[in-house]
């Protein structure tokens, strides 16, 4: 099975070898028009509630992530759970990421799973659990039912074929090297 990234660039050299004999203005539009698919990645989406958005950009064509909005929060003993009410069905190859707001910073909340991660084959809801980093106070919870209370971005994740190598100096060399934490220095 061909990633849909994939499918579009064969789709291209398709197109280009019928084309090889066309001028070079309508051979361009046409492998133009067919690489733009990459542009965009169509992404099926279940709402529980007409009501309920689908994820957004803050600023359209500028933004990495999407907002995420509660529609409704649950309020656990040691955990705030934001119910989403979407469910997604994300193209094979793709996972959905889920990270705090930068607002988040400010309050004494966090994201317990972050990144959180929704792989391809997930169909239950979105959710966002929040901990807080000291006592549980559910007072102090800096969002209600349909703020944005985080982040969301869909990413190509690509089947890894591991190529095992029998010494470590098989492995090319880098700048950094063997550098662990802190290697780089501060500036």
């Known amino acids: 099975m061909l990633s849909r990234e994939s499918e579009i660039i064969v789709n291209a050299i398709i197109e280009a070898r019928r084309l090889d004999n066309a001028p070079d203005d309508i051979f361009i539009k046409h492998i133009t028009k067919i690489v733009s698919e990459l542009d965009e990645?169509?992404?099926k989406i279940y709402c529980e509630s007409p009501e309920y958005s689908v994820p957004?950009?803050?600023?359209?064509?500028?933004?990495?992530c999407m907002d995420l909005r509660a529609r409704?929060?649950?309020?656990?003993?040691?955990?705030?759970?934001?119910?989403?009410?979407?469910?997604?069905?994300?193209?094979?190859?793709?996972?959905?990421?889920?990270?705090?707001?930068?607002?988040?910073?400010?309050?004494?909340?966090y994201i317990a799973n972050t990144p959180g991660i929704g792989d391809s084959g997930y169909r239950g809801e979105i959710l966002v659990v929040f901990r807080p980093i000291h006592g549980m106070d559910r007072e102090t919870f800096p969002y209600e039912e349909g703020d944005r209370v985080a982040q969301c971005q869909v990413v190509y994740a690509p089947n890894v074929k591991w190529e095992r190598?029998?010494?470590?100096?098989?492995?090319?060399?880098?700048?950094?090297g063997d550098g662990g934490y802190g290697s780089t220095g501060k500036a």
């Open 41 to 43: 990645l169509p992404v």
């Open 165 to 176: 190598v029998e010494a470590i100096n098989d492995l090319s060399p880098s700048k950094r």
């Open 56 to 64: 957004q950009y803050a600023h359209e064509g500028e933004d990495a």
């Open 72 to 109: 409704w929060i649950e309020r656990r003993v040691d955990r705030v759970i934001c119910h989403t009410g979407i469910h997604v069905e994300l193209p094979p190859f793709h996972q959905l990421n889920i990270y705090p707001r930068s607002g988040l910073t400010k309050t004494d909340w």
